[in-house]
């Protein structure tokens, strides 16, 4: 088992070394690259909207009944504050990602997974194209440039969330949760909400890229290995979030 994954790590690591180059022909990678950018980044646009308004309610609405509860009195502006900090440290960066890694990464690795299977990628091999590079490196610089973006509106939206649970329950005001999300807060917050949507975008391309480009078998094996893709994606993205938190917050 022990030399099952150090196996799998050696040929991620080999595979990254092949998929990071220069690509051979610039013009089809602009091509295969805005490809990408809609297949992975304009798609999902719907679903990070939709989660970022209810969560971001469901956020706002806890807050307040944690700030009711408290045995000393808290400003009902901090609903805002809480709920805008909640969401750039956790909850877009991370929930988000963990989303698109199902979404995302469950698609890329079935279609690299059939496109193997189908000997497509044999082919590529045999006509002298570096076939990680040509099939990975668009959707690496795809997802790390498009990634922040989705997570940059998650938090708009999930903000926008707030301020309609408010007008929706009559809990707070409007002017306390705007004044609550115009609190300052520090940039540090915002760098390391970033970091990790970056770290996580480049495993959300690169371990289902793995996962789809070695499977071996036919049509069945391809849906186990999209399954094998998500739950390690998922394992990936929690470990470097850990790691992250400790290097960047602590």
Known sequence: MLKKFFTAIGEYIILLG????????????????????????????????????????????????????????????????????????EFAPTIISLI???????YIASSIGTM???????????????????LIFPKIIACM?????????SIVFGILGGYIAG?????????????GIQMYMPNLFIYYAFTKTTVFAFIIATVPSYFGYFVK???????????????????????SELILTQLILS
């Open 18 to 89: 092949k998929s990071l180059q220069k690509p051979q022909k610039m013009r089809v990678f602009w091509k295969l690259f805005m490809r990408e950018i809609n297949d992975l980044g304009v798609n999902s646009f719907g679903l990070v909207v939709f989660t970022s308004i209810f969560v971001g309610a469901v956020v706002a609405i806890q807050m307040f009944n944690n700030f009711d509860a408290s045995s000393f009195p808290i400003p009902p502006s901090f609903v805002g504050y809480a709920t805008k900090a909640v969401l750039v440290l």
């Open 217 to 239: 078998g036919g049509s069945l094996e391809v849906g186990r290995a999209s399954t094998q893709a998500v739950v390690w994606t998922m394992v990936f993205i929690i470990i």
């Open 167 to 179: 007008i929706l329950t009559g809990n707070w005001t409007e002017n306390d949760y705007i004044t």
């Open 100 to 106: 698109l890694a199902g979404k995302v990464g469950s």
């Open 145 to 153: 440039l498009f990634n922040p973006l989705l997570i940059a509106i």
């Open 116 to 134: 193997r299977v189908s000997e497509q990628i044999d082919a590529l091999d045999i006509m002298g194209v570096n076939s990680p590079n040509f």
